[in-house]
T-cell receptor
């Protein structure tokens, strides 16, 4: 069974640029969630995708957007990067329906983004 | 709004010294309480899911318990390799996990 993978592992961008982060879900999982984790804090929910549709969103501006593909992999896109976007971005996959239920989410290793 | 508070923020123990980590929560319609372990610079590693008050789960030196307002992660005779940040999260009616800020645990040999 393949776990959740993310790419790249590290990324350095400058303010105003755009970035795309990628995630492959665990084998058999159809739901992907993205989280932002600032240093010393718990992860904050960005959004969730189920069957290629956004299925819930946290308090993040529209410049944070995403996609889910038919093979359940996913992308997180961030436009007009700001210094405060520097964080660890985590992808989690689970097996759930539209309601999500109480299904356990399994996390990838994360992408460390630094915005200068 | 769903909220999770973990205490203490940091805990330093000697090897073999048992203790407990606390997770207090408020949630509208609990659909699961989750414990994760996170090593520096890595993604959270799943430990336990609890669904209802009174439920307990164990794994090696760790035991998680749940009441209607809080959860405890008990660590029995810890070893240095148990050093990590332990995260608690709840899932209510929305799609998201709401995390606490974590407890940073250090076990000295």
């Amino acid at each position: 069974e393949t776990g959740v993978t993310q790419s790249p592992t590290h990324l350095i961008k400058t303010r105003g640029q755009q970035v795309t982060l990628r995630c492959s879900s665990q084998s058999g999982h159809n739901t992907v969630s993205w989280y932002q984790q600032a240093l010393g804090q718990g992860p904050q929910f960005i959004f969730q995708y189920y069957r290629e549709e956004e299925n819930g969103r946290g308090n993040f501006p529209p410049r944070f957007s995403g996609l889910q593909f038919p093979n359940y992999s996913s992308e997180l896109n961030v436009n007009a990067l700001e210094l405060d976007d520097s964080a660890l971005y985590l992808c989690a996959s689970s097996l759930g329906g539209a309601s999500g239920g109480g299904k356990t989410q399994y996390f990838g290793p994360g992408t460390r983004l630094l915005v200068l | 709004e769903d909220q999770v508070t973990q205490s203490p923020e940091a805990l330093r123990l000697q090897e073999g010294e048992s203790s407990s980590l606390n997770c207090s929560y408020t949630v509208s319609g609990l659909r699961g309480l989750f414990w994760y372990r996170q090593d520096p610079g890595k993604g959270p590693e799943f430990l336990f899911t609890l669904y209802s008050a009174g439920e307990e789960k164990e794994k090696e030196r760790l035991k998680a318990t749940l009441t209607k307002k809080e959860s405890f992660l008990h660590i029995t005779a810890p070893k240095p390799e148990d050093s990590a940040t332990y995260l608690c999260a709840v899932r209510g009616g929305a799609q998201k996990l709401v995390f606490g800020q974590g407890t940073r645990l250090t076990i000295n040999p």
